[in-house]
């Protein structure tokens, strides 16, 4: 199931590695093949084109005939990016890279087609748009009342990453309260990303636990930058 709408909204604050290696397309002036993933999120790189040889005296490239792509230039190339999130169909699509004469303003269409990988999930493609999407996978921190007298181990949030859209994530977590004294003290689901707490805390002695979670790949790719999640530990008025 493809994410929905709304997921564009979150895909708005993560660097865009643009100095990464580069999907290069089979390029010619006649036809141009870039392969792309059946989901193509928001800012994401669909692959790099050489258009100097497709360029004539006083050409510029003016953009593309798909406003759910845009053209820029990157160095020595120009860089094919998609400005909207795209779910593909089974066939492959078609769109054109405008070219201008600046003089007289006639434009060339140079033909571009998208064809969408059989098996996305566990193509180098894949990796390369994990690191180029705009990404947030950050939750707001947690508020944990000490001497909590309920069940154990108890359930604290679920912490996921958009990555996992694209990919099989395992999530594992580091910091005071897991590896660290009071060791054990958390634990991580690593398949759902869900949090527990395993025993009673005292706040004067740990007033929080500023935990790091970590979301990798089956085989230990990381498409995501680890994430601080503080959790603080609420005064129960001990001495009321």
């Known amino acids: 199931m493809g994410p929905p709408r709304g997921f564009v909204t979150m895909c708005c604050c993560w660097y865009l590695a643009l100095l990464l290696p580069l999907v290069v397309a089979e390029n010619s002036c006649s036809q141009i093949k870039l392969p792309v993933h059946h989901y193509i999120l928001t800012g994401s790189l669909i692959g790099t084109v050489d258009l100097h040889k497709c360029l004539r005296s006083n050409d510029a490239v003016a953009g593309t005939s798909n406003s ?36 007289s303003k006639k434009e060339r269409i ?61 999530y594992t977590i580091s910091g005071p309260g897991v590896d660290q004294p009071p060791i054990g003290l958390f634990q991580m689901d690593p398949k759902t990303g869900d949090l527990y707490i395993n025993g009673l805390v005292d706040r004067e002695e740990y007033p929080s636990f500023p935990l790091t ?28």
């Open 213 to 240: 979670v970590y979301a990798a790949t089956l085989d230990g790719y990381s498409p995501e930058s680890p994430l601080s999640f503080p959790i603080v530990i609420g005064d129960d008025n001990d001495n009321a």
């Open 68 to 103: 759910n792509f845009t053209i820029e230039p990157v160095g020595s190339t120009y860089a094919l990016y998609a400005t909207e999130y795209v779910k593909m169909p089974d066939h492959p699509v078609s769109l054109g890279i405008i070219l201008q004469n600046q003089n």
């Open 110 to 170: 140079i033909p571009v087609t998208l064809v969408p990988e059989t098996n996305a999930g566990k193509g180098r493609y894949t990796r390369e748009l994990l690191r180029r999407t705009k990404r947030r996978w950050s939750p707001l921190p947690i508020i944990h009342n000490e001497n909590y007298r309920g069940k154990f181990p108890c359930y604290l949030e679920r912490l996921q990453s958009d990555t996992q859209v694209l990919y099989d994530i395992i």
